[in-house]
Every structure is written in structure tokens, then in C-alpha cells.
């Protein structure tokens, strides 16, 4: 493959830029665009002072360079790390283009370090969501796929199956022999891996919210406070707060980090008997968002009775994942339902308590293997539903039929890890890449 160059530092002014080469010619065409400040042979993984420019000098800056495979891409890898002015980078890309090199496409270095075997695709993908994270929640969630938790997982669970299909085809080969002892311990294994998908499908909810935050709607009748109870997570006035009801007319959504995860809220408008075509939408918008959120707040006034409208909102949600909260404690201290938590949106009382409360009951302390990715969730559930075909129909097939179903959660299973995908799969997933990357 062409040597392939791009920058690999954010755009704008900073301390250094890194202008990165990868490719069989990278050292050969760096070596005429770089003059050392002591000429010397270059050696893997040493720094070296020079110039760059090859009839004019660009910059004064370090070259060093990667010995395949000992590189990020697994083959000789170069980088200048020149002074943080994007003039500077810009020039020495042109200068390398001009040498030899072509431009690198969005992803095309750890594209080239999966295709030679360095990491596999769902690392990859753990690479950049490390690179998107907004959280330090969904930041080491990108970690542990990164450093291949979610790989090593199936990659174990291939090898059983790798295991299991040479028995049956033992079996098939030499019946009198080993059929007997194959037909006992295949369902025995087939469940063991069913087992591992089953709780690996169910922590795609939490990890969907460790990787893109947990979306909180806030509803409740008008004038409850929701408007100000946002404000007062935001710590900062976002959303207008007036004595008149119905003053929110539309849903607002806001996101804060909160113990290291990130809450998205939505404010919603008041949920009652619209007065106007403008509240009437604000309304059906509110209850939209709210069947949409992952956790919804159902919002009520300590000041007023508990009164069939908000009996009714609360019987509304008390099957989704919610949080019934008591606002405006401060005025009053009496009133009483079951499981509620008591807050003040004015003076801040019980609201750390609400959110400690939210981020318990949606990603609890954010650690562990969990399944962060929709393609990933999408594989494991075909893989699932191929393993319990093959073992609900154990009885009912014989077993090269079975050996079919298997083969297929295999090949599913190898999607995650990229030793099935298609070249469509991996050159989406590469295209949501930065360049440099």
C-alpha cells in the first residue's frame, strides 16, 4: 500500500503539531524532507533534532520513527512533531505529498492497523469513542472496549463454538466412538454461551447511556418548578421562571456532567388541558420526550394537594424507569407520599440526592463489561437467537443440523470482532473517523 500522510494533532495553535506517515516508502520519503541537526543513522524509536523543508525550511522539529510492525499501524510509521501553527502542518503535508505521500482518508490509519492484525474492529471503535467522549463515564467505557474487554469475551465465546463444531464433526466422522459423549456435552456448552450473550445483551441500556449520557425528562403539572429544579442542576439560569402558568411552552434540553456521567434534561411544558394551539403542542411535545427519556421525573408541589391530575401522572409513568419528587419542601414540610423524594429547586435542598438517585438507577457506578454499541447489541441478539435454536431443537435435529445454527452465532460473534464483516461494515465504521486517526 502508498505511504499515507495527514495530521494527527486538533486544528488551531498549540505546542506541538504531528504530522504522521505510515507506509513501506514513510522513511525513505521522510528521510528527504528531514535534515538533522547531527546527521546520524536513524533508529527505531528514537527522537531526532532537525529541519524540515527540503529547498526551504519549514520549521526546526523532531523526527522518529516506527519500525514495522512495532508501529500503531503495524508498518513503518514516521512523525514529525513540528511547533502548534497549522501554516507549519499544512506546509510540511504538502512537502511530504510532494515526496511521494498521498493524503490519508478519515480513519486510514487504524483501518491499516486492523487489516495487519494490530487490533481488532471493536477496539477500533473503542479508540473512537474515546477520541468523542463527553464523559468520563463514556470515556472509560471507550477504554474498555479499546483495550478489548468485549473482544476477549467473544473471542471465547468463537472458541467454544470452534470447539464444539470439531467434536460433532468427530462425531459425525467416528460415531461408535464419540457420538455418544459429543450429543451429552453439546448442549452443556451451547448453554454456558447462551448464558454469556443473555447478560451481555442486557447491559446494552446502560452502556447506550454511559456512551451517549442518560436523557432525564422532567414533567409535572404547571408551575411545579420544573423549569427552575433545571436551572438549579444547570447552575445557571436556562430556563425562564415566571409566576405565570404555562410559561414554558416548549420542550428545553440542557446536559450536565454529574459524578462523571452525562444527564441530558428536557424541561418540558406544563401537562395540563391546553388553553392555546402554542401550549397544546408544547404539551404533546413534553409527553413525547418523556417516552422517549430513559428516566422520567415526575415532578410534584409540595404546596398543593395531591390531586387527581398528579395521581394520574404518577399511575402514567409507574411503569417506566422514574423518580417521583416533592418541590418546594421549603414552603412545606407536611406533605407525604410513598417512595417520593423531598427537594427545594430554590434553596438546592434534596437535589444532589435526586441525581445520585437518576445516575443509580440508570448506570449505577458505571463499571463492568457492558455492550455500548448498537452493532454489537445487533450481533449478540442474532448469535443469542442461533444458539437457542440450536439448543431448543436439540432433541428434534440431529446434529449436523445443529452444527448449522452454530456456524451462524459464530459468524455472528465474528462480526463484533471483525473476522466476519463485510467491507461495507468496516468502512462505515471507519468513515466516522477523523483524518490523522
Avoid at 411535545?285 to 398543593?304: C, I
Avoid at 448506570?363 to 435454536?389: C, F, M, N, P, Q
Wanted: proline share 2%; glycine share 8%; hydrophobic share 40%.
Amino acid at each position: 500500500m502508498s505511504s499515507i500522510v495527514a495530521i494527527s494533532t486538533p486544528q488551531g495553535i498549540g505546542g506541538i503539531s504531528i504530522i504522521r506517515l505510515s507506509g513501506e516508502d514513510s522513511l525513505s520519503i521522510a528521510s528527504r524532507a528531514f535534515e538533522m541537526a547531527t546527521p546520524t543513522d536513524v533508529q527505531p524509536r528514537r527522537f531526532y533534532l532537525g529541519y524540515v523543508g527540503a529547498e526551504e525550511r519549514i520549521d526546526q522539529c523532531l523526527m522518529v520513527y516506527f519500525k514495522a510492525p512495532f508501529s500503531y499501524t503495524g508498518e513503518d510509521v514516521v512523525e514529525f512533531h513540528c511547533h502548534g501553527n497549522m501554516l507549519i502542518a499544512r506546509r510540511v503535508v504538502e512537502l511530504l505529498v510532494d515526496l511521494g505521500a498521498t493524503m490519508a482518508d478519515r480513519g486510514e490509519f487504524t483501518r491499516r492497523a486492523f487489516l495487519n492484525g494490530k487490533m481488532n474492529l471493536a477496539s477500533c471503535e473503542g479508540i473512537a469513542d474515546m477520541i468523542n467522549a463527553d464523559s468520563d463515564a463514556s470515556l472509560r467505557a471507550g477504554y474498555r472496549l479499546m483495550r478489548g474487554e468485549l473482544s476477549t469475551t467473544v473471542s471465547e465465546m468463537q472458541e467454544i463454538l470452534t470447539e464444539v463444531l470439531s467434536a460433532i464433526d468427530g462425531a459425525l466422522d467416528y460415531p461408535e466412538e464419540l457420538y455418544d459423549d459429543v450429543y451429552e456435552d453439546t448442549p452443556i456448552r451451547l448453554e454456558r454461551v447462551s448464558d454469556t450473550l443473555y447478560r451481555l445483551i442486557s447491559t446494552y441500556r446502560e452502556g447506550r447511556m454511559l456512551r451517549e449520557g442518560v436523557s432525564v425528562a422532567i414533567v409535572g403539572e404547571p408551575n411545579t418548578g420544573k423549569s427552575s429544579l433545571l436551572n438549579r442542576i444547570l447552575k445557571y439560569d436556562r430556563a425562564i421562571v415566571t409566576d405565570v402558568a404555562g410559561t414554558t411552552r416548549d420542550t428545553l434540553t440542557e446536559s450536565v456532567l454529574y459524578r462523571d456521567v452525562k444527564l441530558n434534561f428536557t424541561d418540558t411544558a406544563g401537562i395540563r388541558e391546553g388553553e392555546d394551539i402554542v401550549e397544546i403542542q408544547g404539551i404533546e411535545r413534553s409527553k413525547e420526550a418523556a417516552q422517549g427519556a430513559d428516566l422520567v421525573v415526575v415532578l410534584l408541589d409540595a404546596t398543593k394537594e395531591l390531586g387527581a391530575e398528579q395521581r394520574r401522572l404518577i399511575d402514567e409513568y409507574a411503569n417506566r424507569l422514574h423518580v417521583v419528587a416533592v418541590n418546594k419542601t421549603d414552603l412545606n414540610r407536611d406533605f407525604e407520599i410513598e417512595d417520593a423524594m423531598y427537594i427545594s429547586a430554590k434553596t438546592g435542598e434534596g437535589v444532589d440526592e435526586l441525581l445520585d438517585k437518576i445516575v443509580s438507577l440508570t448506570v449505577g457506578r458505571g463499571d463492568g463489561e457492558v455492550v455500548t454499541h448498537v452493532r454489537h447489541l445487533d450481533a449478540l441478539k442474532r448469535a443469542y437467537a442461533s444458539i437457542r435454536s440450536a439448543i431448543d431443537s436439540y432433541d428434534l435435529a440431529t446434529i449436523d443440523v445443529t452444527a448449522i445454527d452454530i456456524k451462524d452465532a459464530w459468524s455472528a460473534l465474528g462480526e463484533i470482532t471483525g473476522t466476519t464483516v463485510s467491507e461495507e461494515i468496516v468502512a462505515s465504521i471507519f468513515s466516522r473517523f477523523c483524518v490523522g486517526k
